[in-house]
T-cell receptor, first 123, second 110 residues
Framework: GAVVSQHPSWVICKSGTSVKIECRSL??????MFWYRQFPKQSLMLMAT?????????EQGVEKDKFLINHASLTLSTLTVTSAHPEDSSFYIC???????????????????FGAGTRLSVL | DAKTTQPTSMDCAEGRAANLPCNHS???????VYWYRQIHSQGPQYIIH???NNETNEMASLIITEDRKSSTLILPHATLRDTAVYYC???????????FGTGTKLQVIP
């Protein structure tokens, strides 16, 4: 239980186009989702926190108009990178915490479960 | 979140116990110690967490000092698949945003 699915796992796009990344909680209700970005040989950097039905809270320095986050349901959050440029090439990772039998039975509560990540390459 | 300090890298022989230390001297009374690991090019994986008592699960053991200022993650019998970056994080819980430090890169050697 407590599985987070992230799609796509890898995407290549042309500069100026937009890319949407999906993050789904498969067997629990993700009341809170987090989006991270990771550059090569660096640690994860939190981009934003989203609660279901609310606007996302962005970390300082993250452009909210460029990185659009939607968390309209308890099982789905999306990150859209608008007008992508080569400097946006990175590894994007989502995580989720929430409620539900499978979530609480998997090592208990208060755990963030992570997706497998999306590698974005902007040409 | 309280700041954590971990060694940059460690080696461990396959089959031996891997002991990964973490200092968190500014931890507050209601903050938990969490450990995650990230295998190359994958999303982080939860390992274990605790408040003040030692914890054990099928993956690892977590030893927290009495003053809670440091902890040690123990992988009892390291395998090559345990090669990863291990992150020690102090936070109020899973609903709270967390800050990932640089972690410890554990290399398990055959």
């Amino acid at each position: 239980g407590a599985v987070v699915s992230q799609h796509p796992s890898w995407v290549i796009c042309k500069s100026g186009t937009s890319v949407k990344i999906e993050c789904r909680s498969l067997d629990f209700q993700a009341t809170t989702m987090f989006w991270y970005r990771q550059f090569p040989k660096q640690s994860l950097m939190l981009m934003a926190t989203s609660n279901e039905g609310s606007k996302a809270t962005y970390e300082q320095g993250v452009e909210k108009d460029k990185f659009l986050i939607n968390h309209a349901s308890l099982t789905l959050s999306t990150l859209t990178v608008t007008s992508a440029h080569p400097e946006d090439s990175s590894f994007y990772i989502c995580s989720a915490s929430g409620t539900g039998a499978s979530y609480e039975s998997s090592q208990g509560r208060d755990i963030q479960y992570f997706g497998a990540g999306t590698r974005l390459s902007v040409l | 979140d309280a700041k954590t300090t971990q060694p940059t890298s460690m080696d461990c022989a396959e089959g031996r116990a891997a002991n990964l230390p973490c200092n968190h001297s500014t931890i507050s009374g209601n903050e938990y110690v969490y450990w995650y690991r990230q295998i190359h090019s994958q999303g982080p994986q939860y390992i274990i967490h605790g408040l003040k008592n030692n914890e054990t699960n099928e993956m690892a053991s977590l030893i927290i000092t009495e003053d809670r200022k440091s902890s040690t993650l123990i992988l009892p019998h390291a395998t090559l698949r345990d090669t990863a970056v291990y992150y020690c994080i102090v936070t109020l819980g899973g609903y709270q945003k967390v800050t990932f430090g640089t972690g410890t890169k554990l290399q398990v050697i055959p």
